[in-house]
């Protein structure tokens, strides 16, 4: 059974791009987590989707973000015009029902 | 407010007992979570203990809660140097929502 899928791995942005993160979640999981990391910090709580909702978005930065997890294909994490801030880790997890959560490996973004 | 703080450092002698300490500020989280997180890798779900459970053991790793107190202890037994890494404690914060709020974590470091 896979786990959390996310790509890609390394992502390299000049100021001003478009960044696009993408996450499947485990295999039966409907619940995906986006969460930030910035250099020797915890993790940060960005959003929870379940298909084809948002349910909580509070960790979310209210201009330049967005996040959807359509019916089918990947849960997208979108970041317009990156600035050198948005350099980070940005983790998905997903769950079922329960509360556990599981992690992917990660997207490193770098903002040049 | 919400907050979880966790000692940022802990150096012990592969062999020793290692012992994380975690305090958190909200106490009506039905779970509370164990993360380990090796270099540049994603999380790993280590443990979890229900919050009307005092103890929780694992094979090496023994999971204690003071409510009271609001403070989550993780104990690596007879510990290994493939123990290094960093280990998050985690709150969700409030019954029912999903969100985790992250500890900043404790790196440990095994000394052979």
């Known amino acids: 059974n896979a786990g959390v899928m996310q790509n890609p791995r390394h992502l390299v942005r000049r100021r001003g791009q478009e960044a696009r993160l993408r996450c499947s979640p485990m295999?039966?999981?409907?619940?995906v987590y986006w969460y930030r990391q910035l250099p020797e910090e915890g993790l940060k709580f960005m959003v929870y989707l379940q298909k084809e909702n948002i349910i909580d978005e509070s960790g979310m930065p209210k201009e330049r973000f967005s996040a959807e997890f359509p019916k089918e294909g990947p849960s997208i994490l979108r970041i317009q015009q990156v600035v050198r801030g948005d350099s980070a880790a940005y983790f998905c997890?997903?769950?079922?029902?329960?509360?556990?959560?599981?992690f992917g490996p990660g997207t490193r973004l770098t903002v040049t | 407010g919400e907050d979880v703080e966790q000692s940022l450092f802990l150096s012990v002698r592969e062999g020793d007992s290692s012992v994380i300490n975690c305090t958190y500020t909200?106490?009506?989280?039905?779970?509370l979570y164990w993360y380990k997180q090796e270099p540049g890798a994603g999380l790993q779900l280590l443990t979890y203990?229900?919050?009307?459970?005092d103890m929780k053991q694992d094979q090496r790793l023994t999971v204690l809660l003071n409510k009271k107190d609001k403070h989550l202890s993780l104990r690596i037994a007879d510990t290994q140097t493939g123990d290094s890494a960093i280990y998050f404690c985690a709150d969700p914060m409030d019954t029912g929502r999903r969100a985790l709020t992250f500890g900043s974590g404790t790196r440990l470091q095994v000394q052979p």
């Open positions: 997890a997903s769950s079922l029902e329960t509360y556990e959560q599981y």
């Open positions: 909200d106490s009506s989280s039905t779970y």
């Open positions: 203990i229900f919050s009307n459970m």
């Open positions: 295999k039966g999981h409907s619940h």
